[in-house]
Every structure is written in C-alpha cells, then in structure tokens.
C-alpha cells in the first residue's frame, strides 16, 4: 500500500505496523494524514488473516504532538462540524476493528494524537511519552472523541482536569491513571510487547475477539443496552463452526484451531 504520509508494512506473522511519517512536523494530524488513516484502515480490513494493527509514530519525539493548527485558520462553523465528524468517523473505524488495534506511544501524544490513541483499543508507551489535551490553549476543544473517550479510561474528575488545565502527563502518570496497560524500556521494547499481545490474542477465538470489541464498544452507547447486547452476541457465536471446535479442543486437552467460521 502506499500512502503520502503512512508507511505500511506487514510482517511474516501478519500483523500490521502503520506508522505515521510526518517526524519533521511531529506527526501532526494535518488533512491529509487523515485520509491516509482512514484509508488504511479500511484496507486492513480486508486482509485474510491479519492478525492485528500496530500503529505507531516516525521517529523519537511524537506520536502524534497534535492536529494541523494551520489548517483550522480558515474554518467556518459549518466546516469545523465537518472537520470534526470526519475524525469522529475515522476514530471509530479504528475503535471497531474486529481484530486488536495497539498504540505504540513514542513522545508526545497531544490533542488529537492522545486522541487517537484512545480509539485504539490498547495503549504502550515509552518513558518519554507525554499525553494531553491542550485545546484549551487555543481556545478550542477536542473534536475527535476526546472529551468523551478520556472519561471512559481515567473517570471525570481526572479527564475534567486535563481538559480544563491542558495540563501534560508522563507516562507513568497515564499508566497510573489506567490510559495506558504498558510502559516499556525504549521504542523497540514497546513495538515488541505491543506484538506480543497480539500473537498471543491471536491464539484465541477470533469471532470471540471480535465479539468482545462489540460487547465493551457497546456499553458506553447511550442507546444501548449493553447487557443485552452481550446476550445476543454470546447467543450468535454458537451458531459458529469455532465455537464446536473450542468446546472440543478443551475436552480433549489439545489446542483448538479456530478458523474464523
């Protein structure tokens, strides 16, 4: 695949690196990087196999340090719901793939990088990572889901605080906090443990990883009911040739091998 500002690489165990490669401009989030996001995330999706997604930042210092400020000069209202809404769209694409979707956070994860971040459904950093959401700064809010997504991991009280202060936090603090599961030594430690995790899901149930992305995505739509929503779901996979061979596979005392049926 080729992208204008991604670099895409599928390893042996097919799983997915994306990084975003615009280190000279800390990998801000500018138009253009946005569709490549959402492009390639809608190609992953119909890769045969493909175990999981790591996606992660050029270089040392960024993640992703923000948005494209540059480009919201000219914004009308009705151009910035739209701006926004086609971030919401691009973050809960990633937020419901059905296969895992791990952040390697390598420094700043800022404004709509900590957003995007968010909507994958695991989080690594390294020690040098700073999360936050300035917007305030600017005079402006989150737009792509972050003042919603930051509650579900750190609760109001703290997600209020970082959003009305702009205030930074290390990583340590974010993990502390529940923003993130991991803190690795350096880049490479955070790109191994962040496939290792998806090696290790791989093993398991594919319809049921999917599954349970469904069921936790659910429980925090307002029009949801997410206990019910798990019934149907759990109620669906029986109806699947990997569920008969997991049940077997546990009886018999041997390794199932599930083949996403």
């Known amino acids: 695949m ?3 500002n991604l670099l895409w690489e599928i390893d042996a165990d097919n799983v997915l690196t ?3 490669n615009r280190a000279d401009k800390l990998n801000a989030l500018n138009s253009a990087t946005m569709q490549d996001i959402s492009a390639a995330f809608d190609a992953a999706k119909s890769i045969d196999g493909l175990k999981g997604i790591i996606l992660t930042g050029a270089g040392e210092k960024a993640f992703v340090a923000g948005a494209d400020i540059s480009e ?3 914004l009308d209202v009705l151009q910035a719901k739209a701006l926004a809404q086609r971030g919401h769209d691009t973050f809960f694409a990633i937020e419901r793939m059905p296969i895992p979707v791990v952040a390697v956070v390598n420094g700043f994860a800022l404004g709509g990088g900590c957003e995007l971040s968010m909507a994958c459904h695991l989080r690594i950093a390294t020690p040098n990572a700073k999360f936050g959401q300035p917007e305030v700064n600017l005079g402006i809010i989150a737009g792509y889901g972050g003042t919603q997504r930051l509650i579900q ?3 109001k009280t703290k997600a209020l605080e970082l959003h009305l202060t702009a205030d930074m936090i290390d990583a340590q603090t974010a993990l502390q906090l529940g923003l993130l599961n991991y803190v690795e030594a350096d880049k490479n430690a955070a790109l191994e443990k962040a496939k290792s995790i998806i090696l290790k899901i791989s093993t398991k149930g594919p319809i049921a990883v999917a599954k349970v992305i469904e069921c936790t995505n659910a429980y925090f739509k307002e029009d949801v009911d997410g206990f019910a929503y798990e019934v149907n779901a759990f109620g669906d996979i029986f109806n ?3 569920v ?3 049940v077997a596979a546990f009886l018999e005392k041997r390794k199932p091998e599930f083949k996403r049926k």
């Open 244 to 246: 008969k061979e997991g």
């Open 2 to 4: 080729q992208f204008s």
């Open 72 to 74: 919201f000069q000219s």
């Open 18 to 20: 994306i990084t975003i």
């Open 240 to 242: 699947t040739e990997d």
């Open 153 to 155: 991991y750190i609760g």
